[in-house]
């Protein structure tokens, strides 16, 4: 297969990525409005801090990123900043990253979560936070942001229970899933 092709997603994106996510997380965990109104929180300066990776197909992957000071939770409950070396106010948000499993080991997530991070380092942030998911295939969620420099700081079980959607990996609405908090210091530009 040819190498995916990463750029910046666009509004026009939105019902993609949506099929996507159903496909990949669980239907109904990203509606299109949902997508929409979250790459209007990640946009600083007309610029979105979200991808997309595309093949051959159509879109084989996404990720959502917030920069410091649009957001204040994941999609779940859960988070200790008590924990963090900086405040909410200077941590950006890794939201969610997601590639086509048959595509896994290409290095699309890595080059994916790159970008992300060149960015919230543009914006100021000194640190980044995210959830992995604990139940995801293989540990995937947590060796793709171990990769990355995160380290985990708490568990948060039932994380996505109140996200109205079909677990792909616990297949119960709600989800019963856990989620593994992790931070990672942004170093500044």
Same mark, same amino acid.
């Not at 200790?80 to 086509?100: H, K, L, M, N």
């Given at each position: 297969m040819a190498e995916a092709r990463i750029r910046r997603m666009l509004p026009a994106d939105a019902p993609a990525v949506a099929a996507l996510a159903d496909r990949l997380i669980g239907l109904d965990y990203y509606p299109t409005a949902q997508v929409e109104a979250d790459l209007a929180r990640s946009?600083?300066?007309g610029v979105a801090l979200c991808y997309v990776a595309e093949g051959a197909d159509g879109l084989v992957a996404f990720?959502?990123?917030?920069?410091?000071?649009r957001w204040s939770s994941g999609r779940g409950c859960g988070?200790?900043?008590? *924990?963090?070396?900086?405040? +909410?106010e200077q941590a950006g948000y890794f939201q969610s990253c997601f590639v086509d499993p048959a595509l896994s080991g290409q290095g699309i997530g890595r080059r994916l979560g790159q970008?992300?991070?060149?960015?919230?380092?543009?914006c100021g942030a000194r640190l980044a936070v995210a959830h992995s998911w604990k139940e995801s295939p293989h540990n995937s969620s947590m060796r793709y942001l171990q990769?990355?420099?995160f380290t985990p700081v708490a568990e948060h079980p039932h994380y996505w229970a109140e996200v109205d959607?079909?677990?792909?990996?616990? *297949?119960?609405?709600?989800? +019963?899933?856990t989620a593994i908090e992790m931070i990672r210091p942004v170093e500044p530009a």
């Amino acid at each position: 297969m040819a190498e995916a092709r990463i750029r910046r997603m666009l509004p026009a994106d939105a019902p993609a990525v949506a099929a996507l996510a159903d496909r990949l997380i669980g239907l109904d965990y990203y509606p299109t409005a949902q997508v929409e109104a979250d790459l209007a929180r990640s946009t600083v300066d007309g610029v979105a801090l979200c991808y997309v990776a595309e093949g051959a197909d159509g879109l084989v992957a996404f990720r959502l990123t917030f920069p410091p000071g649009r957001w204040s939770s994941g999609r779940g409950c859960g988070l200790t900043p008590a *924990r963090w070396p900086a405040p +909410i106010e200077q941590a950006g948000y890794f939201q969610s990253c997601f590639v086509d499993p048959a595509l896994s080991g290409q290095g699309i997530g890595r080059r994916l979560g790159q970008r992300a991070l060149d960015d919230l380092r543009r914006c100021g942030a000194r640190l980044a936070v995210a959830h992995s998911w604990k139940e995801s295939p293989h540990n995937s969620s947590m060796r793709y942001l171990q990769r990355l420099g995160f380290t985990p700081v708490a568990e948060h079980p039932h994380y996505w229970a109140e996200v109205d959607y079909l677990c792909s990996g616990c *297949r119960v609405r709600p989800c +019963i899933c856990t989620a593994i908090e992790m931070i990672r210091p942004v170093e500044p530009a």
